[in-house]
């Protein structure tokens, strides 16, 4: 059984649309992330998600929200769509959220390849 | 820019030798991770050392920690051609939970 699970893995679309990524995980983990990987492999955080908390990274655009049906979830919508959206996106998952700090790895899902022509 | 640095950008090695790949980066931390990333996949989690340790070891793995100048080194002993990949460090800071990602380090073993 995949862990992360990321659905599309491929994504095609042209410059204005809205498209949706999924993400769901199957370990019980309490918070999830999205994080974009851009074409020089630097991976940056754009959002993590309990059930209690959103945290946004100020630099993502307000195109891009996250949306989580339930715990196991957490989808990502992306609208008006420009051409420096284009990039890999990885949802992943960890176990605690603690104020004690993160003592755990996370598992990334296998990546969406998101290009806007 | 919460962001580490890697060094080397890329290294190439023939298989048996060792690799070292260092990581240094710019807060206070409550852990460093580092993670595989193969060539269009997703990243895959080695090793995890906490602020309080210096060392740690999973297999072929040594990882080393000095938070005094704020860096990192990941070992690789014995490497072999299915090490290729690219190594990233991460860190988590203190009263934080996200993971900040270094610039990575493109790992070729040659055969």
């Known amino acids: 059984d995949t862990a992360v699970s990321q659905t599309p893995k491929y994504l095609v679309t042209q410059m204005g649309n809205d498209k949706s990524i999924k993400c769901e995980q199957n370990l019980g983990h309490d918070t999830m992330y999205w994080y974009k990987q851009d074409s020089k492999k630097f991976l940056k955080i754009m959002f993590s998600?309990?059930?209690?908390?959103?945290?946004i990274n100020e630099t993502v655009p307000n195109r891009f929200s996250p949306k989580s049906p339930d715990k196991a979830h957490l989808n990502l919508h992306i609208n008006s769509l420009e051409l420096g959206d284009s990039a890999v996106y990885f949802c992943a998952s960890s176990q605690d959220r603690g104020t004690t700090g993160r003592n755990y790895g996370y598992t990334f899902g296998s990546g969406t390849r998101l290009t806007v022509v | 820019s919460q962001q580490g640095e890697e060094d080397p950008q890329a290294l190439s090695i023939q298989e048996g030798e060792n690799a070292t790949m260092n990581c240094s980066y710019k807060t206070s931390i409550n852990n460093l991770q580092w993670y595989r990333q193969n060539s269009g996949r997703g990243l895959v989690h080695l090793i995890l050392?906490?602020?309080?340790?210096r060392e740690k070891h999973s297999g072929r793995l040594r990882v080393t920690l000095d938070t005094s100048k704020k860096s990192s080194s990941l070992l690789i002993t014995a490497s072999r051609a299915a090490d290729t990949a690219s190594y990233f460090c991460a860190t988590t800071q203190t009263g934080a939970n996200n993971l900040f990602f270094g610039t990575g380090t493109r790992l070729t073993v040659i055969p």
């Open positions: 998600y309990n059930n209690k908390e959103l945290i």
């Open positions: 050392i906490r602020s309080n340790e």
